[in-house]
């Protein structure tokens, strides 16, 4: 069975400094994996997705990630943070579900705080 | 730009109330998606569908019930509201491209039922 482990629930880093979220994966064939972020009372965002076309995946905001097969990780990272990335951020893993669909398992959530 | 849109940002309602969540996105996708998010718990997947008239049961489906008559709309019901129902809820859309491959979800802004 699909799952991910973010391995913080919160986060804590001063503005203009790296960001790292960590979240591991389990999955029994080559998963899609997907960071969103959720703001204080906003929907969910998609930040980026990986769909193994390439290792690195870009996404918005500056955010970035990268899939370690051999470590089962997919980490959120950031180089510099700004005030506005505090938010909540999930890693979520797809898996199949019933017609054909798939269905996205998430992670707990780290909830990411950015200090001036 | 996909929009996903909820009937209600915040509810109440009391023990034993029959509640109606709606949801409607405009991007004409096949499959829809109820999920609850709860602190500490992430988001779990209530209820999907991925046709009209067709529904699967999720993760948590105890207590809930879906409708799709039409493919732009996608209702949540509760036959009888219960305390431990007190949660946020948010729908999601995604388009539906077989199975092989997995299609980001779009989320709309989230319902926060209280239930007293």
């Known amino acids: 069975a699909q799952s991910v482990t973010q391995l913080d629930s919160h986060v804590s880093v001063s503005e203009g400094t790296p960001v790292l979220l960590r979240c591991n994966y389990s999955s029994s064939y080559s998963p899609s994996l997907f960071w969103y972020v959720q703001h204080p009372n906003k929907g969910l965002q998609l930040l980026l997705k990986y769909t193994s076309a390439a290792t690195l995946v870009k996404g918005i905001n500056g955010f970035e990630a990268e899939f370690k097969k051999s470590e089962t990780s997919f980490h959120l990272t950031k180089p510099s943070a700004h005030m506005s990335d505090a938010a909540e951020y999930f890693c979520?893993?797809?898996?199949?579900?019933?017609?054909?669909?798939?269905?996205?398992?998430f992670g707990t959530g780290t909830l990411l705080a950015v200090q001036p | 730009d996909v929009k996903v849109t909820q009937s209600s940002r915040y509810l109440v309602k009391r023990t034993g109330e029959k509640v109606f969540l709606e949801c409607v996105q405009d991007m004409d996708h096949e499959n829809m998606f109820w999920y609850r998010q709860d602190p500490g718990l992430g988001l779990r997947l209530i209820y999907f569908?991925?046709?009209?008239?067709?529904?699967e049961k999720g993760d948590i489906p105890e207590g809930y019930s879906v409708s799709r008559e039409k493919k732009e709309r996608f209702s949540l019901i509760l036959e009888s509201a219960s305390t431990n129902q007190t949660s946020m809820y948010l729908c999601a859309s995604s388009l539906w491209r077989g199975q092989a491959r997995t299609d980001t979800q779009y989320f709309g802004p989230g319902t926060r039922l209280t239930v007293l």
């Open positions: 979520v893993v797809s898996t199949l579900a019933g017609g054909a669909t798939n269905k996205l398992i």
């Open positions: 569908s991925y046709d009209v008239k067709m529904k």
